[in-house]
T-cell receptor, first 114, second 114 residues
Framework: NAGVTQTPKFQVLKTGQSMTLQCAQD?????MSWYRQDPGMGLRLIHY???????DQGEVPNGYNVSRSTTEDFPLRLLSAAPSQTSVYFC?????????????FGNGTRLTVT | AQSVAQPEDQVNVAEGNPLTVKCTYS??????LFWYVQYPNRGLQFLLK??????LVKGSYGFEAEFNKSQTSFHLKKPSALVSDSALYFC????????????FGTGTRLQVTL
C-alpha cells in the first residue's frame, strides 16, 4: 500500500522556469490538497480538491495552478518560479465524508528556486 | 476564520519525565482537533484527534491530548518521554462546518535528552 506518493523528492529551478510537482494516492480518497512548509510558518494550504473536476484555492494560491482529472492524481504547477517559492511542498489526502477524517501526507518535495 | 497557536517553538524534556506540548485554537463552530508528528525529511503522521465525547483522547505511541473547551486548548501529553519522541509536532483544527480546510499551527520542536 503506497499511500500518498510525491515526485520528485528534490528539485532546483531557475527563476522564471515552470514545473509540475506530482502527487498520486491509491486510497481512493476524494479530498486532496497541497501545503507548503516554511520555517516558523507551519503548513499553509495552497490548493485543494474535494473530487475529480473540482478544485479551490487555499490561503496562498498565487503562482500555483492545480487540476484534478482523476481521483488518484493532483498535480501542482508552478507557472513561473520565484525565489519566494523555495519551500518544502506536501501533498495530503483524506476521505471527504466527514471533517474528522485525518490527512495522509506524502514525504514532500524540497524545491529550491535560484 | 479558524486559527491555531502553538506558543512554544521548542520544548526540552529529560527522558522519563512527562511532557506537554501546548496548543490553543479558535473556530466559529465546534472544533475538530488533531495532532500530527513530523520526523526529519518525512511527511506528517497522524497521532490523535478530538471530535466529541471524553476530553482526554488517547493516540499512537503513548501520546494523549486533553481538550478544554473553556480555555480553547488541546494540549498534547505523554507521561514518560522517550528520546525517540524527539520530532516536530503540529496541532491542527477544522471547523465542524468546514468539511475540507485544516488549519495548522506553526509547530513545536520536542527535544528529549538522556
Amino acid at each position: 500500500n503506497a499511500g500518498v506518493t510525491q515526485t520528485p523528492k528534490f528539485q532546483v529551478l531557475k527563476t522564471g522556469q515552470s514545473m509540475t510537482l506530482q502527487c498520486a494516492q491509491d486510497m481512493n480518497h476524494e479530498y486532496m490538497s497541497w501545503y507548503r512548509q516554511d520555517p516558523g510558518m507551519g503548513l499553509r494550504l495552497i490548493h485543494y480538491s474535494v473530487g475529480a473536476g473540482i478544485t479551490d484555492q487555499g490561503e496562498v494560491p498565487n503562482g500555483y495552478n492545480v487540476s484534478r482529472s482523476t481521483t488518484e492524481d493532483f498535480p501542482l504547477r508552478l507557472l513561473s518560479a520565484a525565489p519566494s517559492q523555495t519551500s518544502v511542498y506536501f501533498c495530503a489526502s483524506s476521505y471527504v465524508g466527514g471533517p474528522d477524517s485525518p490527512l495522509h501526507f506524502g514525504n514532500g518535495t524540497r524545491l529550491t528556486v535560484t | 476564520a479558524q486559527s491555531v497557536a502553538q506558543p512554544e517553538d521548542q520544548v526540552n524534556v529529560a527522558e522519563g519525565n512527562p511532557l506537554t506540548v501546548k496548543c490553543t485554537y479558535s473556530v466559529s463552530g465546534n472544533p475538530y482537533l488533531f495532532w500530527y508528528v513530523q520526523y526529519p525529511n518525512r511527511g506528517l503522521q497522524f497521532l490523535l484527534k478530538y471530535i466529541t465525547g471524553d476530553n482526554l483522547v488517547k493516540g499512537s505511541y503513548g501520546f494523549e491530548a486533553e481538550f478544554n473547551k473553556s480555555q480553547t486548548s488541546f494540549h498534547l501529553k505523554k507521561p514518560s518521554a522517550l528520546v525517540s519522541d524527539s520530532a516536530l509536532y503540529f496541532c491542527a483544527v477544522r471547523d465542524s462546518g468546514t468539511a475540507s480546510k485544516l488549519t495548522f499551527g506553526t509547530g513545536t520542536r520536542l527535544q528529549v535528552t538522556l
